[in-house]
């Protein structure tokens, strides 16, 4: 069967698994020595199964919000990030994570993707921490023993056991497109999105869980090879704005005081911050209305394709009414005949708020001659 017709076939069953259980049933680049979690072969190391699950444990929490949303997360680095998915803490600035040790403590969502169902929540308090090893480079093959390790329906902390029963799968669950996934045969409940998936020879993390098939033993899950380096550009720079979310996700008597040119500046950085981590869709969400009526997401996504890393020198922001201009000065990977050349931009922005919400109105740029 074709994988088209095989996705068709499962996709009205298929529904994430986490976020919000009171609102759906659901069911379903920094070196290693930088982000201090050893990155490990498949079955590199071989432990008891009791001693992967105690150690594994001590690194996976719950993560709950005030919108409802119940899902879990693991250590990934030793800065106190947590991988989690996109969907468990969306719409959200802070988050309330229960670790293994029955702490309750204060999480704050610093990254997340509106197309791939990734994000990063930073626990202050588990700074120092060793992470779970990561295997960043191999991939798990069919027929390997898994566990899936999360809170489903609350039970903080379960573990079930598989295998992995298929490869490569690729589904979309609006607004997420998942691609090279895991089928697994550990059984997925809802609250299990966002905790790892645990080589059971090594206790090394495979992928994400992130959704599973209603009634069933199936389940999927990112490969954490795939969304470690979106990840990591978070924890080097967290997002100063989020999806669906006011300008830093401050009370609204501080929001007042922020300026325009403040927030207008802002804007233009987390634009590219955006570009640079691959988010294409959410960096087109940032465009108001009339630009994007003239340049389609596909043409505004095909500008940017060749681009591979975007910093922002230098930076001016003038205002005037209820508009801001944007001037920065850019260095630019790009690729030119078949390799990397930097180019230097300078380019200019009109902000202004449409809806409430600070959108870029307008862009022009031109190349710096060298």
């Known amino acids: 069967m074709n994988r088209n017709r095989w996705t068709g076939l499962i996709g009205a069953a298929l529904i994430l698994v986490g976020g919000s259980v009171t609102a759906l049933y659901m069911k379903a680049q920094v070196p290693a020595e930088l982000q201090g979690a050893p990155l490990l072969a498949v079955g590199e190391q071989n432990k008891s199964l009791k001693d992967i699950i105690f150690q594994t444990q001590k690194h996976v929490v719950m993560i709950e919000t005030d919108t409802g949303s119940q899902g879990s997360g693991f250590l990934y680095n030793s800065e106190g990030d947590l991988l989690t998915n996109a969907h468990v803490v969306a719409g959200v600035r802070h988050v309330t994570v229960k670790t293994a040790d029955a702490r309750e403590l204060e999480g704050e969502v610093i990254g997340i993707s509106t197309d791939t169902d990734i994000a990063v929540v930073r626990v202050p308090e588990l700074q120092g921490t060793e992470p779970l090893p990561l295997v960043r480079y191999d991939k798990a093959e069919v027929g390997d023993e898994v566990l899936a390790v999360g809170s489903p329906l609350g039970f903080q902390n379960t573990i079930t056991t598989g295998i992995i029963s298929g490869v490569d799968r690729s589904l979309h669950i609006d607004p997420y497109t998942y691609e090279d996934l895991y089928q697994v045969s550990a059984p997925i409940e809802p609250g299990n999105s966002g905790g790892p998936l645990v080589d059971k020879k090594s206790g090394a ?142 380019v200019t922005y009109k902000a202004a708020y449409e809806n409430d919400q600070l959108k870029l109105l307008t862009g022009t740029g031109k190349a710096i001659k060298k």
């Not at 570009?275 to 465009?287: F, T």
């Not at 009339?290 to 922001?317: A, Q």
């Open 205 to 346: 993390v495979l992928g994400i869980n992130s959704a599973g098939l209603e009634d069933s033993t199936i389940g999927f899950s990112i490969p954490i090879g795939n969304v470690l380096p979106m990840a990591e550009g978070w924890s080097r720079e967290p997002m100063t704005m989020l999806p669906g979310l006011s300008l830093l996700d401050e009370p609204v008597q501080e929001q007042e005081e922020t300026s325009l040119d403040q927030m207008a500046g802002y804007l233009v950085a987390h634009f590219y911050d955006s570009l640079n981590n691959g988010d294409y869709v959410y960096a087109y969400s940032l465009l108001g209305g009339n630009w994007k009526e003239g340049t389609s997401y596909v043409k505004f996504r095909e500008g940017y394709l060749m681009t591979r890393n975007v910093v922002i020198d230098d930076m001016h922001v003038s205002t005037r009414d209820d508009e801001a201009t944007v001037t920065a000065l850019l260095s630019v990977d790009e690729r030119k005949d078949g390799e990397y050349v930097l180019s230097k931009y300078q």
